[in-house]
Nanobody
Framework: QVQLVESGGGLVQAGGSLRLSCAASGRTVSMYTMGWFRQAPGKEREFVAG????????NYADSVKGRFTISRDNAKNTVYLQMNSLKPEDTAVYYC???????????????????WGQGTQVTVSS
């Protein structure tokens, strides 16, 4: 069983920054690929960023490349999403996810991930 708890969301002006955190519980979380997804009102949940178990490989959606950075601290069982140069179109609920196949590659499809957090709201005002 894996539990994921996101934090760090909030209201920020365009051009500002936020750092999201995802605290994970579970014996082998450090061996899982982790992902961040987001869902805006009326839209499907979409991939934002992913990171392999070691942090050695990352992947980003084109819309956030160069602005967002995913990282992880396995000693703390925590994954981060640093978001800079935020835009109003980044407004969404952001979800942390875990793929529990050990040492997996990064996938951008929601169906590939087995556990999800409750989400944290990010609102970017213009």
């Amino acid at each position: 069983q894996v539990q994921l708890v996101e934090s760090g969301g909030g209201l920020v002006q365009a051009g500002g920054s936020l750092r999201l955190s995802c605290a994970a519980s579970g014996r082998t979380v450090s061996m899982y690929t982790m992902g961040w997804f987001r869902q805006a009102p009326g839209k499907e949940r979409e991939f934002v960023a992913g990171i392999t178990w070691s942090g050695g490989s990352t992947n980003y959606a084109d819309s956030v490349k160069g602005r967002f950075t995913i990282s992880r601290d396995n000693a703390k069982n925590t994954v981060y999403l640093q978001m800079n140069s935020l835009k109003p179109e980044d407004t969404a609920v952001y979800y942390c996810s875990a793929k529990t196949r050990i040492f997996s590659a990064i996938y951008s499809y929601t169906k590939e991930y087995d556990y999800w957090g409750q989400g944290t709201q990010v609102t970017v005002s213009s």
